[in-house]
Every structure is written in structure tokens, then in C-alpha cells.
């Protein structure tokens, strides 16, 4: 079972940024693809962006060039830079590990973009 927190949500100003961490508590973590999702209020859960175990970096259309996923095996985490924010930005983030057949999800951190 692998157990995986999320934080660095928070309250910013449109245009600016915030850096979300994650967590996990396996040793084993470089052998999972890595992601990031967010769901809105009243909307379907979407992919933000994933970061293989290889690296391969893979964005949502909507983020793409303003966000920038990264690892640290070492550290056993997951990062999401998020740049130039926008009010549509705003939701629920929660961080994902996947490995075969095996998923799990964080509890999720709350990334509020308004004036």
C-alpha cells in the first residue's frame, strides 16, 4: 500500500504561481508513473500531467507550457510547478501513482486562483 500526501495548495493571485509536492511512503516509487489530476467543482476528474518512470513528461492541453511536472526519486516525490495561473486553474489537485495494475490516490490539496 502505498501512501501518498499532497500539499503546497493554497490561495494566489491570477498570474501567479504555486509549487504542489507529493509524497510517497514506498521505497519503491521510481518504479511508478507519477501524475497529476485536478476536478473541479461540478466537473469530471481531468489529467493535468504525468511523469513516467522514465521521465517521460506528458501535459493537458490547458496547462501545457505554464506547468512543469518533476520527480526526485531520492526524496520520494512528485512536484508540479504551476506558473501563470488562471481563475479556471482553480480545483482540487490530487497526486497518483501507477504501476501496472496497481493505483493510488492522495487526499488531495485545494489550488484557489482568484482576485
Known amino acids: 500500500q502505498v501512501q501518498l500526501v499532497e500539499s503546497g495548495g493554497g490561495l494566489v493571485q491570477p498570474g501567479g504561481s504555486l509549487r504542489l509536492s507529493c509524497a510517497a511512503s514506498?521505497?519503491?516509487?521510481?518504479?511508478?508513473?507519477m501524475g497529476w489530476y485536478r476536478q473541479a467543482p461540478g466537473k469530471e476528474r481531468e489529467l493535468v500531467a504525468v511523469?513516467?518512470?522514465?521521465?517521460?513528461?506528458r501535459y493537458s492541453y490547458s496547462v501545457k507550457g505554464r506547468f512543469t511536472i518533476s520527480r526526485d526519486n531520492a526524496k520520494n516525490t512528485v512536484y508540479l510547478q504551476m506558473n501563470t495561473l488562471k481563475p479556471e486553474d482553480t480545483a482540487v489537485y490530487s497526486c497518483?501513482?501507477?504501476?501496472?495494475?496497481?493505483?493510488?490516490w492522495g487526499q488531495g490539496t485545494q489550488v484557489t486562483v482568484s482576485s
Open positions: 497518483n501513482a501507477h504501476w501496472n495494475a496497481y493505483d493510488y
Open positions: 514506498e521505497s519503491s516509487f521510481n518504479f511508478f508513473d
Open positions: 511523469i513516467t518512470r522514465g521521465y517521460s513528461e
